[in-house]
């Protein structure tokens, strides 16, 4: 068991707040404090522990929605739009996250989540308009404590805590 590796797939949507979807962010959420219990359990015994997070990939899933050809098209491109790379990842992309993470060269990588979302969830932190983290858009009052208010020469940046940008401060 020395130098194992294990991946357990959770999923942007605890970041993302999106409506009707609660109880499946509430459990892929869960994933995440999961895996990080899992990974100092079994950290004596050299087995690393991650999460892997994909964002919007190219899968069937719209085939399972219930939508008309059209409306999933729409929706798909709506999801685009929220990717700072426009695109859709694909399933080979997110398996080479994956087997990096395996590999001996994540070897001192344990406990982490991967995100592999094109930079979906990174938008929050950009645009500073509509976060999931309610109570500290625009400079009022985060929930969030112990951060780092991160701003550049225009007086804007974003709040961090544990190196996650969590939304936009003013």
């Given amino acids: 068991t020395d130098g194992a590796g294990v991946v357990v797939t ?3 949507s605890p970041y ?4 009707g979807g609660s109880v499946y962010a ?13 990974a100092r359990e079994l950290a004596p015994a050299g ?3 991650n999460t892997l997070a994909p964002g919007p990939i190219e899968t069937n899933f719209f085939e399972a ?13 709506m999801v685009k739009g929220m990717v700072p790379l426009g695109r859709f990842g694909s399933p080979e992309e997110v398996g080479r996250v994956a087997a990096f993470l395996l590999s001996d060269d994540a070897s001192y990588v344990t406990g982490s989540e991967y995100v592999v979302d094109g930079g979906m969830t990174m938008r929050w932190a950009l645009r500073g308009t509509a ?3 309610r109570g500290g858009i625009n400079g009022r009052a985060s929930p969030v404590r112990g ?6 020469e225009r007086g804007t940046g974003a709040f961090l805590v544990c190196g ?5 401060v003013h």
């Fill in 10 to 12: 959770g999923s942007v």
């Fill in 16 to 19: 993302i707040g999106q409506g």
């Fill in 26 to 38: 509430a459990t892929k959420g869960a994933v995440q404090g999961i895996v990080r219990a899992w």
């Fill in 47 to 49: 087995i690393r522990v």
């Fill in 65 to 77: 929605t219930g939508l008309s050809q059209e409306d999933a098209q729409g929706f798909a491109e």
């Fill in 131 to 133: 976060s999931p983290v």
């Fill in 147 to 152: 951060g780092i208010n991160v701003r550049n």
């Fill in 164 to 168: 996650t940008a969590l939304d936009s």
